[in-house]
């Protein structure tokens, strides 16, 4: 039997982080690419008020998904935590076992952070982690089932906060 419990960590959405991502994908040049952008947009907002929580250190500004210019050009929802590296936050819609990974958020990442949206959008589950040098370089996709829990991201930050009692 595995010891090691996978627990979905619950971050809500507020009106700010939607206000966010509505800004950002009506700048967009079609409805399919607005969509992408908008849920990248949330993913990478509740990582980051999530890390806020454990008083990890995270940059939002400094993120390429923060950047219009960014956004327009490519599938990128990084989260900067500076002086460490970028985070992949990856979308994950209800009933997906997989995360396709795009070809821009291959490199140059500590790891992979899924991310499960409810059906109104008012919160996700934080499913798990991956650390990229897990994946293998000919894979661009991760089984949901296969994602590490949370308490493995942790362990990858330097000076990582204890984890609250949850």
């Given at each position: 039997m ?7 960590q ?5 009106r ?10 009506v ?33 939002l ?11 327009t ?31 821009e ?56 906060v ?5």
């Amino acid at each position: 039997m595995n010891s090691t419990k996978k627990i979905a960590q619950k971050v809500l959405l507020d009106r700010e982080a939607h206000a966010i991502a509505r800004r950002f994908a009506v700048k967009q040049a079609t409805p399919q690419k607005g969509k992408q952008t908008y849920l990248n947009t949330l993913a990478v907002y509740a990582v980051h008020n999530y890390l806020k929580w454990l008083q990890i250190e995270s940059d939002l500004s400094s993120s390429d998904s923060w950047h219009l210019l960014e956004q327009t050009l490519f599938n990128v929802a990084d989260l900067v935590l500076p002086n460490i590296g970028k985070l992949e936050c990856c979308p994950v819609q209800p009933g997906e076992s997989a995360i396709t990974l795009p070809l821009e958020a291959m490199e140059n990442r500590i790891g992979y952070v899924a991310v499960q949206f409810s059906n109104c959008l008012n919160e996700v589950k934080l499913l798990g982690f991956m650390k990229a040098t897990a994946i293998s370089p000919d894979s661009q996709q991760i089984l949901v089932a296969n994602l590490q829990p949370l308490d493995t991201l942790l362990d990858c930050l330097p000076d990582a906060v204890a984890s609250p009692a949850l």
